[in-house]
């Protein structure tokens, strides 16, 4: 028999993922804010953040410097950071060191914003010729010059 | 009257001083997501067990409630114990569906009570923090419990229900990521329902409501949302409904005809369906009647008329004198406490039916409050306690009882006087029979000096003729203006400015037009006027002198630092200490009883003055024994004499009680086309007595049989001994 959908489950599903997200909550590379979405699955039970903290110079080099990401994103950020060797398994020994990590780590991070923007700015040309095939008029709108 | 000396007891202000005082909690109104409403139908016998049940649950969002699922519920051992009940509900389920919310037809969902209770109920209620709304609902609450236990700690005196059974295969006797549900009755009206903390609760849900970081935090428990719409009613009318009533009251159709209860038929489950509805839809207007309020708890908050009035004074910025002021003298407090008595209640002419005319006081406790200026205080920076010995002593030496009628003098009685009782007529707690502490107003005469509230020493003048001998006096002066005064519109309707107007005041007043508007429907008007009537009642003295008992474990005992009538403090322990609500302030509270008493005084005065008597008082009212023309009615026990001997006592005619009635229209605080008169005619009828508050008004018809006054009815009070507790209107007190 199939089961018929349980209304009082799915609130229950849909309004606790709410609880562990502020209202505006969103992924600063890929824009998601659907809670469903921004759900992880295999976190241990003590860590309940739906988007992640990512440290763009490195965690060991300086926490101060954070950025809000999806767990998508914040996977590739930290396997990009990898990638460029930016996190060495414990702290480098001077600050000059540190100051290398720092940099192959915002740089791999900074790849990856500028991937971010050139989608979105591939995505907003597409609207924009949407726009003049399908709705000429829309550059006499006011405000848009 | 024999002299008799007799042990006397005060009242006192007991401070704590083995516990902190509780934070308030945090009584906010938010949104819930959802409401849960349902309701059970149980077996007939004592034990009244679950048989099954009703559930809806709502989704409440910017467009309204949205009935989101519905179904019903039976008890775990149902199947072997009712199995023809069990098949009906089956066959009930396969035939029958629900339209819900969202346009789609569905059919009724049947679980077990276990099923019901982790997949709806504690989906619903914890997990989604979403209402759960019933009619007593703590009743429906305890059927579903598997297993009680005592209460403890805050919950001491009430019961702790288990709801989800330990998983099987674990050690465990209950569910340990799932709460209790703690239930302790506070009265007949409201009981204090909420979640306890799990053993072992999931993070999200320590994640605090309203959190802004969004973080678990390991000490927050989610105590859930338990409306009683019983309590709600009876918050918002002063009145103790049946579902019936409160659906008739508030226009919403009510419950169906269940066959006969008992055996699950086809009707029965209509019924319980039926029940469920009725409850939501009389929750959506009650809903809709609180929400008319300017004010911030939240609907299950409302316990009595006394949290509406508490949550105006809130909403106004009116802040407890004793909140502002924490550093009030506890010696006065103290001095106030044992000046305390409630309203006079006494019976003069015992077990003999006399002809009366009740005199009721309009709104008597706002009404002296208003005379006495009580909203000065209530508005002031702060309140400071003065030494007025001897302006009161020459205040008591002269006042008269033209002076009694003079509005100017009211103002001046706040405040507290040590006097030296030498048969001046007092209020005084003694045990008259030498076992139970009882209260009357009797000549007095002690050894020691008494604290008195000013009024009762003024009443003790104007019945004695002599002024009580002063030791000391001290009076409450309001000081500055406090700040962040509101105005704000009761029930949305009446404007009420702390700054400008006093709002008890305004609230008697409006009572009274919108009796005599025609532009309402009748129970629009009705429900205006018992807002304001509950809300004046409880804000202008109810909440002044709340105390809430804390009865500790047995054995257990509370320190207390003691404040009573003498100056220097004690220590005590005690096994029951009582906590003041948040607006007790005494020295105000027993200014309004005794100003009370006082014009009762004043009635009393009146009707002597013109050689009349009176056959009883209770608290805003005098029965006085007149007729038509006056004269002598017979009354064994009485002074006078009827021409062939027999005792008697003397009736005013009507024309001299109307002019005592008249004669207190010198003492109207109100706006005249509002409230005409302060001291109404109420009935005209016969009087039989026993015993203070216990008496019925009556006339006889031409059968012989009574009649009673529409507006005093004969009530129960005081009965319940002779009553069949199961049957009240069967004459065996058992059913054996």
């Given amino acids: 028999m199939i089961p018929d959908p349980d209304p009082i489950q799915n609130e229950v599903r849909r309004k606790r993922r709410a609880r562990r997200l502020p209202p505006d909550a969103a992924c600063v590379l890929c824009g998601e804010s659907d809670p469903a979405v921004l759900r992880m699955e295999s976190v241990p039970r003590s860590t309940l953040k739906l988007l992640q903290v990512h440290h763009p110079l490195g965690e060991a080099n300086d926490q101060e410097v954070e950025a809000v990401l999806c767990c998508n994103c914040h996977a590739k950020a930290t396997a990009a950071q990898q990638d460029v060797g930016a996190l060495p398994a414990g702290r480098a020994p001077t600050c000059l060191e540190r100051l290398v990590l720092a940099m192959r780590s915002l740089a791999a991070f900074f790849r990856q914003l500028a991937d971010s923007f050139q989608r979105w700015a591939d995505q907003v040309l597409a609207v924009v010729r949407s726009l003049d095939e399908h709705l000429p008029t829309w550059r006499s709108l006011p405000g848009i010059a | 009257m024999t002299d008799r000396t007799l042990p006397i007891a005060h009242r006192v202000w007991a401070e704590r001083s083995d516990t902190k005082r509780r934070s308030r909690p945090d009584h906010r109104h938010t949104v819930p997501p959802g409401v849960l409403v349902f309701d059970t139908e149980t077996t007939t016998d004592r ?23 519905e179904g019903l519920f039976y008890a775990d051992d149902l199947p072997e114990r009712d199995p023809g009940g069990y098949a009906e509900l089956q066959r009930y389920v396969a035939k029958r569906s629900t339209f819900l919310g969202t346009g789609r037809e569905r059919r009724i969902r049947l679980l077990s009570q276990s099923e019901f209770v982790e997949k709806v109920f504690f989906a619903a209620a914890y997990r989604l923090r979403a209402r759960v709304v019933g009619f007593n609902l703590p009743f429906d609450l305890s059927r579903l419990a598997i297993r009680a236990s005592e209460g403890r700690d805050a919950n001491r005196g009430g019961f702790s229900l288990v709801l989800a059974p330990g998983k099987v295969g674990t050690p465990h006797k209950e569910r340990r990521h799932r709460p209790r549900v703690d239930i302790k009755h506070a009265n007949s009206k409201f009981a204090f329902m909420s979640f306890t903390k799990p053993a072992d609760p999931d993070l999200v849900d320590l994640i605090p409501d309203g959190s802004t970081d969004h973080e678990p ?26 579902l019936q009533g409160a659906c008739d009251a508030f226009g919403v159709q009510g419950k169906d005809d269940p066959g006969s209860h008992g055996k699950i038929t086809e009707q029965y489950i209509d019924y319980c369906r039926q029940d469920t509805a009725a409850t939501f839809d009389l929750y959506v207007a009650l809903s809709a009647e609180f929400e008319r309020h300017p004010v911030t708890i939240a609907p299950e908050r409302a316990y009595s008329p006394a949290s509406m009035a508490k949550a105006y004074l809130d909403a106004m910025g009116l802040r407890p004198i004793l909140d502002r002021q924490s550093d009030f003298s506890p010696e006065v407090l103290g001095y106030a406490m044992s000046t305390f008595f409630g309203g006079r209640a006494e019976c003069r002419i015992r077990r003999v039916p006399v002809p009366v005319k009740l005199l009721d006081f309009t709104s008597m406790y706002p009404t002296v409050g208003t005379l006495m200026d009580l909203h000065r205080f209530r508005i002031a920076a702060r309140v400071e306690v003065v030494d007025a010995t001897s302006e009161v002593q020459e205040l008591l030496e002269r006042v008269t009882l033209e002076d009694a009628f003079d509005q100017d003098l009211w103002p001046q009685l706040v405040g507290l006087v040590l006097i030296k009782p030498d048969g001046d007529i007092l209020p005084v707690r003694a045990a008259y029979d030498g076992q139970t502490w009882g209260i009357g107003v009797n000549p007095l005469t002690s050894s020691e000096p008494l604290w008195y509230s000013i009024p009762d020493c003024v009443a003790s003048k104007l019945l004695t003729g002599r002024p009580p001998r002063v030791v000391r006096a001290l009076r409450l002066v309001p000081v500055g203006r406090a700040r962040g005064l509101r105005a704000v519109k009761l029930r949305g309707v009446v404007p009420l400015d702390p700054a400008a107007d006093d709002p008890f005041r305004t609230m008697v007043e409006e009572r009274q037009r919108i009796r005599r508007r025609t532009d309402l429907p009748e129970g629009e008007k009705q429900r205006l006027a018992r807002a304001l009537k509950n809300v004046a009642n409880a804000g202008s003295f109810g909440i002044l002198a709340e105390f809430n008992r804390d009865e500790l474990p047995k054995g257990k005992q509370a320190r207390v630092l003691v404040h009573g009538r003498c100056e220097a403090p004690f ?20 200014c309004v009883t005794g100003a009370a008493r006082l014009m009762l005084a004043l009635v009393e005065r009146c009707v002597t003055d013109l050689g009349g008597s009176w056959a009883f008082c209770d608290t805003d009212s005098m029965a006085i024994v007149c007729s038509a023309r006056g004269g002598l009615v017979a009354c064994p026990g009485s002074p006078e004499r009827l021409p062939d001997g027999s005792e008697a006592v003397r009736a005013l005619s009507f024309g001299k009680v109307e002019s005592i009635r008249r004669r ?10 509002a409230v005409p008169s ?29 009649v009673f006054p529409k507006k005093h009815p004969p009530s129960e009070h005081g009965l319940g001994q002779l009553l069949n507790p199961v049957d009240p209107d069967e004459a065996r007190r058992s059913r054996r």
């Fill in chain 2, 678 to 706: 302060i001291l109404k005619d109420e009935a005209t009828a016969t009087c039989f007595a026993i015993s203070a508050k216990r008496y019925v008004l009556y006339d006889l018809d031409e059968a012989g049989e009574p």
């Fill in chain 2, 664 to 673: 207190f229209a010198a003492l109207n605080p109100y706006d005249e086309e």
């Fill in chain 2, 217 to 242: 935090d390991p000490g927050y428990a989610w105590r859930g949302r338990f409306l009683d719409l019983r309590t709600l009613a009876f918050a918002l009318t002063g009145i103790a409904y049946s």
């Fill in chain 2, 47 to 69: 034990a009244q067990a679950l048989k099954f049940g009703a559930w809806r649950y709502y989704r409440l969002d910017s467009d309204g409630p949205m009935l989101l699922d």
């Fill in chain 2, 571 to 590: 220590e005590d322990r005690v096994g029951g200490p009582e906590d003041p609500g948040r607006y007790c302030f005494p020295p105000l509270a027993t």
